[in-house]
Every structure is written in structure tokens, then in C-alpha cells.
């Protein structure tokens, strides 16, 4: 059985994790995502995309400014504010699910969360920016820890691994330890196995077949495998808009080896997946 968490929400609200899949939909608006080429970088279009997300039964809306795909280069934090937080401006009292903000930035996270967001989603693990653990512990927020090492532009020179399941999960106890020493609250943390990140296509794919094995973390579980790369290992060349059947099959993998949210880019299509999943699950109970 999935064990259930609640994860409380600086403004009075609680994700509810275990007995149903949250479905955490994707709003990057850089000029350079992988997955859709900037398409919503007019902070027009991206607040009409979360809100039509929200519609299509996303529980949480993930909205970044930098892209971090393998061997992007980082962009000051002046610039990062200056994509998200129009988006944050026309979303304001419109959404009504939490918003998460996609950065490891102190500036980005602070502003992020006193405009409305509830969430921080740290690829880093609190590893990049010193300063994001004491803005986070001050307002209150979630934040989900990632594994990965090194930087988008060399974590594939870091991808050796003994036992990857297990490095995952010591590296994540790590940061889990971090996160509390700096005044975080432990039941305000979600850990996210990093697939992708400074991984290889094998080590991905191990991961989210012994995502089970993240359990002693007893901390509820995120996992993003959409579109990713990865998943030509198993399916050949094809770019990312022709990835979701495959990531459908890695959401399903994800929610019956244990993950409590998933994190995609085609919200509608993978909202019917996640219920099959969820009903697969449930099935599945003694």
C-alpha cells in the first residue's frame, strides 16, 4: 500500500498524498524548453495555458523560467523573474489549485511565494543557492528536493553509479537532512529521484522500476519521466511531442511502484492515465 502523507501549504491548504495521484502539469516559459520550444513564453498564452490546464484536471501548476535540460546554461535570477513573474501577475486570484515555482533561486523563490505560489521545486536539493533553504523555512512553503549532481551543462560526466537506486536514496537522506537542519519542516518535503538528471537512459529506467525502493525516505514521492529523453532508449529517435504514449507507460510504472505525484506536460491525456493507474493500484490491495 502507498503510504499517505499530508504536506501543509503556507496559505492554509494541504496536498493530500496517497490515496489518489496528484497530476502536476508542466508551464516552462524560457525560449529554450526541451519539450515545447518555447511555445509559452508570452505570459499571455502561458496564464491561458495553466488555466486551461487547471480545467483539464491538473492539481498543481509547476511554472519555471530557466530551463535546466541537459547542457543548458544557467540565466541570472533578474532574468528568470522577469519570464515567471508576469505569468504570476495574470494568474493571481484566477488559479485555484497551488502553484509551484521551478527554481533553486533564493530572489526567484522569495518573490515567487509572496506573489501567491506554495511550493518550491529545487532541482538542486538546496545544493546551488545557500540562501533558499532560510527563504523557504521563513515562508512556510513546500519544497520538493531533487536528485541530481553537478550542473545541467556536465551532469552526464557525473553519471556513474554503483547501485543507482541506492545512491538516489542515500543522496536524497542527505538532503532531507539539510533541508530540516536549515528550519525546514520535514512534513513540508517531497523528494523527486531526479529522472534524467545527470542519469543516463539505464539509470532512469532503474530508477523508475525500484521507485519502491525510495520508501524508507518516508517522504511522499514526485516523478517527471515526460518526454524526456530517456524514453528513446526504449522507443528510437522521436522528439519530444512524440513522447507521450512513452510517458504515459513511465506515469503508469511511476504510480504502481509507489510515486504519490507526477509531474507532465499533456495534462489532459495523462489525467485519464493517472486514473487508470490509480484504478490499477487500488486493484491491486489485499
Known sequence: ???????????????????????????????????????????????????????????????????????????????????????????????RIPLSIDTYKADVAGRALAMGASLVNDISGLEYDPGLASVIARQGAALVLMHTRGRSRDMY????????????????????????????????????????FAKRAEHSLAVLARLADLAPLDRPLLVGPSRKSFLQAAIGDAPPDDRDWATAAAVTAAILNGAHIVRVHAVRQMVDVVRVADALRQAGRP
Open 157 to 196: 560526466q557525473q553519471a556513474e553509479y554503483g547501485d543507482v537506486i541506492a545512491d538516489v536514496r542515500k543522496a536524497l537522506a542527505g538532503r532531507i537532512e539539510a533541508a530540516t537542519a536549515a528550519g525546514i519542516d520535514r512534513g513540508r518535503l517531497i523528494v523527486d529521484p531526479g529522472i534524467g
Open 1 to 95: 500500500m502507498r503510504p499517505r502523507f499530508t504536506v501543509p501549504l503556507p496559505d492554509g491548504r494541504a496536498l493530500a498524498l496517497g490515496e489518489r495521484t496528484l497530476v502536476m502539469g508542466v508551464l516552462n516559459v524560457t525560449p529554450d524548453s526541451f519539450a515545447d520550444g518555447g511555445r509559452w513564453s508570452d505570459p499571455d498564452r502561458a496564464a491561458a495555458e495553466a488555466l486551461a490546464m487547471e480545467a483539464a484536471g491538473a492539481d498543481l501548476i509547476d511554472i519555471g523560467g530557466e530551463s535546466t535540460r541537459p547542457g543548458a546554461e544557467p540565466v541570472p535570477a533578474r532574468e528568470e523573474l522577469a519570464r515567471v513573474v508576469p505569468v504570476l501577475e495574470r494568474l493571481a486570484g484566477r488559479l
